[in-house]
């Protein structure tokens, strides 16, 4: 089970990236898949998530009407416009066979007892 994430780089205010969460090992079809960042001296925070079979989605109320999550085949895409300087962070995919990397807790999306983790790529954009 791996999740392979790409994407990142150094983008200016108002630009556009896409990360990719690619899964081998299993079919990510079956499974919620999340994205979540990190930015220096902050707390992990949820970005949005997909439901399995794309069922549903979420958004952090930041990046809400920004920010779009798709899926095709094994690979998931977060799709990032009109960037800002706060988006600069590590971004993470995750998903989990049991526990559901899409259920939002207190307004927020949860990445309590997720087990699989991509290797995070760091976006950063310039003021």
């Known amino acids: 089970v791996q999740l392979q994430v790409s994407g990142g780089g150094l983008v200016q205010e108002g630009g556009s990236l896409r990360l990719s969460c690619r899964a081998t090992g299993f079919n990510l079809n079956h499974y919620s898949i999340g994205w979540f960042r990190q930015a220096p001296g902050k707390e992990r925070e949820g970005v949005g998530c997909l439901k399995n079979s794309d069922v549903g989605s979420h958004y952090g109320n930041s990046v809400k009407g920004r920010f779009t999550i798709s899926r095709q085949s094994n690979t998931v895409y977060l799709q990032m416009t009109n960037l800002k300087p706060e988006d600069t962070a590590v971004y993470y995919c995750?998903?989990?066979?049991?526990?559901?990397?899409?259920?939002?807790?207190?307004?927020?999306?949860?990445?309590?007892?997720?087990?699989?983790w991509g290797k995070g790529t760091l976006v950063t954009v310039s003021s």
């Open positions: 995750a998903t989990d066979f049991e526990t559901d990397p899409c259920t939002v807790v207190s307004g927020a999306i949860s990445y309590f007892a997720i087990d699989y």
